[in-house]
């Protein structure tokens, strides 16, 4: 189980990234701003991605 949710929870980062890079480009964002955007948006897809997996886990 653990092995199946990795290669989702990748998938899903990669996808999130992937966004948010066409977000970033389209709106013409700055280079200082690009690395903060995606921190905050990879930790707050990663606090998700934790607690669906214990949500998970416990039911």
Known sequence: MAILFSLFSLFIL????????????????????????????????LILLISSYVEIIYT
Do not use: A
């Open 14 to 45: 990669f996808v999130f990234n992937s966004l948010t890079y066409k977000l970033c480009v389209q709106t013409e964002m700055s280079q200082e701003k690009q690395p903060n955007v995606f921190r905050t948006i990879n930790i707050l897809i």
